[in-house]
């Protein structure tokens, strides 16, 4: 890299900002490109490197080069769970396309205001196109409103709010809120910041394929009414962190019309799979949700911090975020466009939506439709790989992209072995699998879901979970499909 001379001021000129960009992108361009052969992982040495002067050391009195301070970035991002590899499959990962960073870099130059959308009225209708699409993918009224947040949990948040304004008129007293043992940790976290107790949660049970047991929903909200609560909220899940679990969305509606409950979906994993024709047909029902909670940077691969709120009704929205005008704000207001400060919590806001306009403008909704297409499909490979495997006990077909399996065996040893199995895996360094407990069993996840993932990678995921569970078990093939061994 060649040193960037850059003057004493803070603006750049078009040279100067070329020089930046320029060492910026070969350091990048180094950085996507060994991706490929680099561990998942690394902790080795983490005290040595957090100890190193430039990671930790203070801003300096006067500026440091460029190259040097891209040097310590790398050193500090080199430990650790890498997760923009292709072996990363322990979690949902937030696997982050480079043009939706590039879409960040474009925003933060232009530095608009969003929260109004009188200061960047073409930015905002931008915005506001993207967010329409999204509504009309999950088949929305033309009066629902969507806006883009900084995740998932943030989201939630804002739907449980809007949802107490209007079924609770904003009391958190009495309110009922229901979820199961699988509903994300992000509901019970909105509803504590929201101000109900956690006397106001109702674990529902699921039945043998995780899923909200909808009779048990049903006792539960009589039993609450028989005490005089007031059961105000159910939270669905399509597609959950565990195991990909879709809750019977349409017959938990007809429960939240009958009984005057706001319908919630926590579609944060799952939601974009509504792209294709078996995620359509496994989701059924979510176009009746009150609210529904993505996360882009998920299921569409964009950058990390991007989540999105749709709500049905705009106008319940718009009267649980929306605030007295401010008379500094005055200028900016009557626009016909959506102010966005009014329909979430954050007042002052990017161009958010740019990381999800651009990468869908820019490669096309096909592009994405096929990566989630071919997740699923190697989902079901795996899942028929592994079945087949007599030491190994797989949980349930996969609905989504998440395969959870464990060692077989009814013994007490089996969750040592099933622990022994992950460690060996991730070992390796190729991959990254995770674990989590179903039904007081240790489970190993295998989440396919980052944009980089292919079959290759697959594959050597596979091989390793059989040479690790029976080292008499010949490895799957490379062939580009995933075989399963002969027995």
Not at 135 to 154: I, N, R
Not at 241 to 263: E, K, S
Not at 316 to 329: K, S, T, V
Not at 396 to 401: E, I, K, M, T, Y
Request: glycine share 8%; hydrophobic share 45%; proline share 5%.
């Amino acid at each position: 890299m060649h040193e960037v001379d850059l003057p004493a001021g803070f603006d750049l000129s078009g040279s100067d900002l070329r020089s930046v960009l320029n060492e910026v992108t070969e350091y990048l361009i180094a950085v996507v490109d060994r991706l490929p052969t680099e561990p998942v992982t690394d902790f080795v040495d983490v005290p040595l490197m957090l100890r190193s002067t430039g990671v930790r050391r203070p801003p300096p009195e006067h500026g440091r080069p460029l190259g040097e301070l891209l040097a310590t970035v790398d050193r500090a991002a080199s430990k650790g769970i890498n997760v923009a590899s292709g072996g990363l499959l322990a979690y949902v990962p937030s696997s982050g396309l480079v043009t939706s960073a590039v879409a960040d870099l474009i925003a933060g130059v232009l530095s608009r205001f969003t929260g109004q959308a009188v200061p960047a009225p073409g930015l905002v209708a931008m915005e506001s196109s993207v967010l329409r699409w999204i509504a009309d993918l999950f088949y929305l009224p033309p009066e629902a409103m969507g806006v883009f947040t900084t995740g998932g949990s943030t989201a939630t948040l804002s739907a449980l709010i809007t949802a107490r304004v209007a079924k609770l008129r904003g009391s958190s007293v009495s309110g009922i809120i229901y979820v199961t043992e699988q509903t994300h940790g992000c509901v019970v976290k909105a509803a504590l910041l929201a101000g109900f107790r956690r006397d106001n949660l109702r674990v529902v049970p699921v039945d043998e394929h995780l899923r909200m047991d909808v009779t048990a929903l049903r006792s539960a909200i009589s039993a609450d009414q028989r005490r005089g609560m007031r059961p105000f909220f159910v939270a669905a899940s399509a597609g959950t962190t565990n195991a990909g679990t879709i809750d019977p969305i349409r017959d938990l509606a007809d429960v939240a019309a009958t009984q005057d409950l706001w319908l919630h979906v926590d579609a944060a994993y799952g939601g974009f799979f509504q792209l294709t024709g078996r995620g359509r047909e496994r989701m059924s029902g979510i176009e009746l949700a009150d609210s529904i909670v993505l996360d882009p940077h998920k299921s569409l691969f964009v950058a990390m911090g991007t989540g999105c709120l749709l709500v049905r009704d705009s106008e319940l929205l718009r009267q649980a975020h929306a605030a007295d005008a401010a008379p500094y704000l005055q200028d900016l207001r009557g626009s016909d466009l959506p102010d966005f400060a009014d329909y979430s919590i954050d007042l002052t806001r990017d161009f958010r939506g740019l990381r999800v306009w651009l990468p869908l403008h820019l490669h096309g909704v096909s592009a994405f439709r096929v990566a989630l297409e071919e997740k699923l499909d190697l989902a079901e490979q795996v899942y028929a790989v592994l079945v087949a495997q007599p030491q190994l006990a797989v949980h349930s077909p996969p609905v989504l992209s998440t395969v959870v399996f464990r060692m077989a065996g009814d013994d007490a040893a089996v969750d040592e072995r099933t622990a022994v199995l992950l460690a060996a895996v991730n070992a390796e360094g190729r991959v990254h699998l995770s674990s989590t407990r179903i039904d007081g069993r240790m489970m190993i996840r295998m989440c396919i879901l980052h944009h980089r993932v292919d079959a290759a990678r697959i594959e050597e995921a596979v091989a390793a979970i059989l040479r690790h569970s029976s080292p008499a078990v010949r490895p799957v093939g490379v062939s580009g499909r995933l075989q399963a061994p002969a027995r």
